[in-house]
């Protein structure tokens, strides 16, 4: 089982950047891929990024393919997600995962573990 912890929200303007991190707990960290997401008001749970167990491969949503960075440390048990050129669409809470499901990695039901959430608020 793997307990996962987020942090690093907070509120920035419109073209400011951000690094979220999620910190797990588990010996079994590094049997698995790991993956963002993120829930605006009103919306539905969106995927944002995932990466592969090892970090060699990665995924992005259209929306942040070329400003966001999804990284992983297995060494501190961490996943990272780094958020430039912000705009006020990525407003939302942002959730990261455990992929424990045969699947993209891009679909929540692929997911059994997730954190609480970290708020990300972009001011334009």
């Known amino acids: 089982q793997v307990q996962l912890v987020e942090s690093g929200g907070g509120l920035v303007q419109a073209g400011g950047s951000l690094r979220l991190s999620c910190a797990a707990s588990g010996r079994t960290f590094n049997n698995y891929g790991m993956g963002w997401f993120r829930q605006a008001p009103g919306k539905e749970r969106a995927f944002v990024a995932a990466i592969s167990w090892s970090g060699r491969d990665s995924y992005y949503a259209d929306s942040v393919k070329g400003r966001f960075t999804i990284s992983r440390d297995n060494a501190k048990n961490t996943v990272y997600l780094r958020m430039n050129s912000l705009k006020p669409e990525d407003t939302a809470v942002y959730y990261c995962?455990?992929?424990?499901?045969?699947?993209?990695?891009?679909?929540?039901?692929?997911?059994?573990?997730w954190g609480q959430g970290t708020q990300v608020t972009v001011s334009s």
């Open positions: 995962a455990a992929h424990t499901r045969v699947g993209s990695m891009r679909y929540t039901d692929e997911y059994d573990y």
